[in-house]
């Protein structure tokens, strides 16, 4: 398998008002939730955090990584992730959607050997962070970092990329891809998540 995975789980959660990694969920964690659900189909998990030892009382089997920049956004934590983490590349994912298929993570990593970053072909209004990026960016990642540019056009547009259709994941996941990319960004947000889990639970 050696497939890596990264569970970015910083940010400052503004619209929150809490950290969403420890939002309760089912009867654990966002970020446990999230870790139960794709730890049988990945070797080794990351967990992208503001500071060490901010989730090391969960005693899950996964390393932490802190942001090298505290303002550099998600893309930030990326680059200080791929920095850290073993093998040539690691599948990103946010701890605000709870709803990606794990098959789909899979589809994608198995896709991306041969590319600097594989990802979804989203529209322009979707700026879901979930993909896999490989060590090979690291340089324009830091250049465009340190000179403050933006790291997400610089993987899109100056990178070899794998752009997968959203039709041809909707083949490998019965879950739509508008769901599996739901973000819990707010208070709103954050019912509708766990009302969504309860409801599934209780009708399956």
């Given at each position: 398998?050696?497939?890596?995975?990264?569970?970015?789980?910083?940010?400052?959660?503004?619209?929150?008002?809490?950290k969403k990694?420890?939002?309760?969920?089912?009867?654990?964690?966002?970020?446990?939730?999230?870790?139960?659900?794709?730890?049988?189909?990945?070797?080794?998990?990351?967990?992208?955090?503001?500071?060490?030892?901010?989730?090391?009382?969960?005693?899950?089997?996964?390393?932490?990584?802190?942001?090298?920049?505290?303002?550099?956004?998600?893309?930030?934590?990326?680059?200080?992730?791929?920095?850290?983490?073993?093998?040539?590349?690691?599948?990103?994912?946010?701890?605000?959607?709870?709803?990606?298929?794990?098959?789909?993570?899979?589809?994608?990593?198995?896709?991306?050997?041969?590319?600097?970053?594989?990802?979804?072909?989203?529209?322009?209004?979707?700026?879901?962070?979930?993909?896999?990026?490989?060590?090979?960016?690291?340089?324009?990642?830091?250049?465009?970092?340190?000179?403050?540019?933006?790291?997400?056009?610089?993987?899109?547009?100056?990178?070899?990329?794998?752009?997968?259709?959203?039709?041809?994941?909707?083949?490998?996941?019965?879950?739509?891809?508008?769901?599996?990319?739901?973000?819990?960004?707010?208070?709103?947000?954050?019912?509708?998540?766990?009302?969504?889990?309860?409801k599934h639970?209780?009708?399956?």
């Amino acid at each position: 398998m050696n497939r890596t995975l990264v569970i970015l789980c910083g940010g400052d959660s503004s619209r929150m008002g809490t950290k969403k990694a420890l939002l309760p969920f089912e009867d654990k964690t966002m970020v446990e939730y999230i870790y139960d659900k794709f730890s049988p189909f990945f070797d080794k998990i990351y967990l992208s955090v503001n500071e060490r030892g901010d989730l090391a009382h969960l005693g899950l089997n996964a390393q932490e990584i802190p942001d090298i920049s505290r303002n550099a956004g998600p893309y930030g934590a990326i680059l200080s992730c791929l920095t850290m983490v073993s093998g040539d590349r690691a599948f990103f994912m946010t701890v605000d959607t709870p709803f990606l298929d794990p098959r789909t993570a899979v589809y994608l990593y198995d896709r991306s050997e041969n590319y600097d970053y594989t990802s979804i072909m989203f529209d322009d209004n979707n700026d879901a962070i979930c993909g896999v990026c490989n060590k090979q960016c690291i340089g324009g990642m830091f250049k465009n970092n340190f000179f403050k540019k933006d790291i997400r056009s610089f993987l899109l547009e100056e990178c070899n990329n794998n752009l997968i259709d959203c039709s041809e994941i909707e083949t490998v996941s019965p879950i739509s891809v508008e769901q599996q990319f739901y973000k819990v960004n707010d208070r709103q947000s954050y019912y509708y998540a766990v009302f969504s889990v309860l409801k599934h639970n209780f009708t399956s």
